[in-house]
């Protein structure tokens, strides 16, 4: 698959680990109560995909973001990807780790698609739109939003590998003839 070589074995148990980290980034960006979205300083107003924050000190007042289309959009496509990419997760065991079953794999392949295209549309329409609801100041996507394009990334990796793997068979399976750079002369 890559040219310095790869231990295929270890793939039965690694991509689906990575598949469980996207999925536990995933709910860490869904769950956040803040870390979308924050003010310049983080003192005045900050959001959350769920809420929005605004005051001073001790005295916050909280505005659900639900009312407008475009959150509801938002959490429904990200909430649909993490069902996908749970599913996605529990088909790659199955194909992987409990026994070889190469035919799975580009299913897998083609489910974290899915997840990518949703999440993409979701971390794209956030900013957009959130942005025209505020007119004032600089506001920076923090710590929660970059949990939701840690798992998008992870899985448009997963997906490649997925879509590559089932050309590796032999090797996945540990049947392939070891080969050698060097040979004795």
């Known amino acids: 698959m890559f040219r310095c070589g790869i231990a295929y074995p270890r793939c039965r148990w690694i991509v689906p680990l990575l598949l469980l980290f996207a999925i536990i980034f995933d709910i860490i960006a869904i769950a956040a109560t803040s870390g979308w ?5 983080a003192k005045s107003h900050y959001a959350s995909m769920w809420n929005q924050y605004r005051g001073r000190n001790d005295q916050w007042d909280s505005k659900s973001l639900m009312e407008f289309s475009w959150a509801q959009a938002v959490a429904a496509l990200m909430i649909i990807g993490l069902l996908i990419l749970i599913v996605a997760f529990i088909v790659s065991c199955v194909a992987l780790c409990c026994s070889l079953n190469i035919a799975l794999l580009p299913f897998i392949g083609v489910l974290l698609i899915v997840v990518v295209v949703l999440q993409v549309i979701a971390l794209i329409i956030y900013p957009v739109k959130f942005n025209e609801l505020i007119f004032e100041g600089h506001y920076y996507y923090t710590w929660a939003y970059g949990f939701g394009w840690g798992a998008t990334i992870l ?15 032999d090797e996945l399976s540990g049947l392939a003839k070891t080969k050698y750079i060097y040979s004795s002369a």
């Open 37 to 41: 979205v924050e003010d310049e300083d």
């Open 155 to 169: 899985c448009i990796g997963c997906a490649i590998l997925f879509c590559c793997l089932p050309r590796y068979e």
